[in-house]
């Protein structure tokens, strides 16, 4: 039995299920859950409800057509509208957005974007912060800040690259191309393009399988895989410390002893 709670009059939902699974829903389908302020809000209290608690991995999706479209052009109309200088309306509303794709890649759980809407501009960005994506193959990703006569934001210029490499970063950026299914798996964009009548089954596959995981142990790696360690050898320090404190959970235990038996391990998140 999921229990939900709602943020930002619903815009957002939050489920949480008996076995640790949490799904934060953007639920604003009729403008294309675009990042306006009430979504960026929503999404940053669901994560705020979340820490330091025992979700074992965190879903990303969206409600209706899209995924996420972008900004919200909305706020950044009614931000000039106001008396606000256009270029601090402009810089608030996407420090804004920017803060939330931040705060969804620094989640402390692994995170899944289950993709079978059109993800673009920021709404891409919110997704590929994720941990791991999964892209319907009728559902597409680009980043076409071009499009709009705009540079990149919302933390293009740093996750972009880290996934891609440069050279192909700054090919999607300068083209604006629109990238489907089987392109974005290509590329690396995204992790997996999924065949629609095999999409729900095998994502949710992917869920169990990460939400069944040795959670603390899956964290800790989350964390050393994120931190950029200036040589081999502070990478290597930083993981035998770490492996130090993992090695006294139960799942450890439980991990050691399903191998020595012969058998699938059953992990407790602890």
């Known amino acids: 039995m999921a229990d939900t709670t ?8 939050l489920e949480r299920d008996d076995d640790g699974l949490a799904r934060i829903v953007l639920n604003d389908p009729d403008r294309r859950n675009a990042l306006s302020v009430a979504m960026t809000d929503g999404i940053e209290a669901a994560l705020d409800e ?47 957005i920017g803060r939330c794709v931040k705060r969804v890649y620094e989640c402390e759980f692994p995170t899944v974007a289950r993709i079978d809407g059109a993800a673009f501009g920021a709404g ?8 791991v994506t999964a892209l319907h193959e009728d559902a597409q990703i680009g980043f076409g800040f071009r499009e ?35 392109r974005a798996e290509e590329l690396g964009v995204v992790n997996h393009a999924v065949a629609d009548d095999e999409f729900d089954a ?40 770490a492996q130090a404190a993992v090695f006294d959970t139960h799942d450890h235990d ?17």
């Open 6 to 13: 709602q943020f930002s009059d619903g815009i957002v939902r």
């Open 50 to 96: 979340l820490e330091g608690g025992d979700a074992r991995c965190v879903v990303f999706e969206g409600e209706g057509p899209a995924f996420c479209a972008g900004g919200d052009i909305d706020s950044m109309l009614e931000r000039q509208a106001s008396d606000e200088p256009v270029d601090d309306a402009v810089r608030h509303v996407i420090q804004e």
């Open 124 to 131: 891409a960005n919110l997704a590929i912060a994720c941990d």
């Open 148 to 182: 709009v006569g705009l540079a990149v934001d919302s933390g293009t210029s740093y996750l972009l690259p880290r996934l891609v490499g440069e050279n192909v970063a700054k090919e999607l950026v300068y083209t604006g191309e629109l990238l489907d299914a089987e």
């Open 202 to 241: 095998r994502v949710s596959m992917l869920i169990d399988r990460i939400a069944s995981g040795p959670t603390v142990a899956l964290r800790t790696s989350k964390r050393l895989l994120r931190s950029e360690f200036a040589t081999l050898g502070e990478a290597i320090e930083h993981e035998a410390g």
């Open 254 to 270: 439980e991990g050691v002893s399903a191998f020595t038996e012969k058998r699938q391990p059953e992990f407790e998140g602890r």
